[in-house]
C-alpha cells in the first residue's frame, strides 16, 4: 500500500476513488435505506401484524438459530473479505478483482449482504421481510449491473472475459467456461 495515497484527499471517498472503477453514487445510502426497511418490515411482522409467529412455530427456535448463524456468519464473511480485498490497497490507477471470492462470483460483497438479509430471514421467518428481501436482490442486482458497465468502460475486453468466466452470483460447481487462449 501506497501511504502517499491513503493520505491523498482524493483517495478519501471510496465513490471517487482514481483506483477503483467506481459506485453508484446513490449506492452506500440505497444499501442503507434497504436495510432500513428489511428492519422496519421485522419490527412492523413482530409487533403489529404478527405473520411470523405461525411460520415460527413450524421450525424449532435452535434449528432456525443454528442454520440463521451459519448464513449471517458465512454472508458477513463474505462482504467483509470483499471490502478488505478492493478498499484496502491504493494504487495509481484502477485494478480488477480476479482472485479470491472474485474468480468465484463478480460481486461477493453484494452476495455477502444477501447471504446476510437471508439469514437474518431464516431467524425471524418473517413474510414481509422476504418481500423487502426480494427487493434487495433486485436492488444489489441493479447496483452490480451498473457497476458492471462502470468496469466495462475501464477495463474493455479484459472485463468481458471475465464476465464470461466468472458468474454475477451464483458460482459454479463444475468450471465450464471457455478457457482463454493464450
Do not use: C
Not at 5 to 14: I, S, T
Not at 34 to 47: C, K, M, N, R
Not at 69 to 87: A, D, N, Q, T
Amino acid at each position: 500500500m501506497e501511504q502517499k495515497l491513503k493520505n491523498d484527499p482524493r483517495y478519501q471517498n471510496h465513490e471517487s476513488r482514481p483506483d477503483l472503477a467506481g459506485e453508484h453514487p446513490q449506492g452506500d445510502r440505497l444499501q442503507v435505506f434497504g436495510f432500513v426497511l428489511y428492519v422496519i418490515a421485522i419490527l412492523v411482522d413482530q409487533f403489529y401484524l404478527g405473520w411470523a409467529f405461525w411460520l415460527r412455530d413450524l421450525v424449532p427456535f435452535g434449528v432456525r438459530l443454528t442454520v440463521s448463524l451459519i448464513f449471517i456468519v458465512f454472508g458477513g464473511f463474505l462482504s467483509l473479505f470483499g471490502i478488505h480485498s478492493v478498499f484496502s490497497e491504493y494504487t495509481k490507477v484502477p485494478r480488477m478483482y480476479t482472485t479470491g471470492f472474485f474468480s468465484r462470483v463478480r460481486h461477493p460483497i453484494y452476495l455477502g449482504a444477501l447471504i446476510v438479509y437471508f439469514g437474518l430471514l431464516v431467524f425471524i421467518m418473517s413474510p414481509l421481510a422476504f418481500l423487502i428481501f426480494i427487493a434487495a436482490i433486485l436492488l444489489y442486482d441493479w447496483l452490480a449491473r451498473d457497476e458492471e458497465a462502470r468496469m466495462l468502460k475501464i477495463f474493455g475486453e479484459s472485463y468481458k472475459i471475465y464476465m464470461r468466466q466468472v458468474p454475477r452470483w451464483l458460482p459454479r460447481i463444475i468450471n465450464i467456461s471457455p478457457k482463454s487462449k493464450r
